[in-house]
């Protein structure tokens, strides 16, 4: 993709880096997209957490933990629960993965974004959260 789309020019971390090709255009890389951008805005508003942070250590922040999340979500729908997630969640998931601890702010930012952000989801024509392989056209046209 050579230029950014109009659409994703307010975005901080740019659509191209969720896709490589047309099969990566799934509902679930448009979901983890639209949640990253979220929480990177969420944390950039805070003004302790991003003193204590680049923009770029930010940017990667909102990469894993938007993908944390999302496998979050994903277990508690195959359960049949409620989409909603909790610091503990988080911190089950980035103990399988040491080198990632994140403070306590950091973790309730995201929680606290994550379980704003879902009910939309929830209503979204989209759908995504209930179809993560199937092909997403926003890639393409833009969010709604």
Request: charged share 30%.
């Amino acid at each position: 993709m050579k230029n950014k789309p109009k659409w994703d020019e307010l975005s901080r971390i740019p659509v191209k880096n969720f896709y490589a090709t047309e099969e990566d255009k799934t509902k679930e890389n448009w979901f983890l997209y639209e949640l990253s951008n979220t929480i990177f805005d969420e944390l950039t508003y805070d003004k302790i957490v991003s003193k204590k942070y680049s923009n770029q250590k930010l940017l990667k922040l909102s990469l894993n933990l938007s993908k944390y999340a999302k496998k979050i979500i994903e277990d508690l729908l195959n359960k049949g629960r409620k989409p909603k997630i909790n610091a503990k969640d988080i911190r089950q998931k980035l103990a399988k993965n040491p080198q990632l601890s994140y403070e306590k702010r950091v973790i309730k930012i995201v929680v606290t974004t994550v379980n704003s952000f879902i009910p939309a989801c929830l209503h979204c024509p989209t759908k995504c959260i209930y179809d993560w392989k199937g092909k997403c056209y926003m890639f393409d046209r833009g969010p709604y």
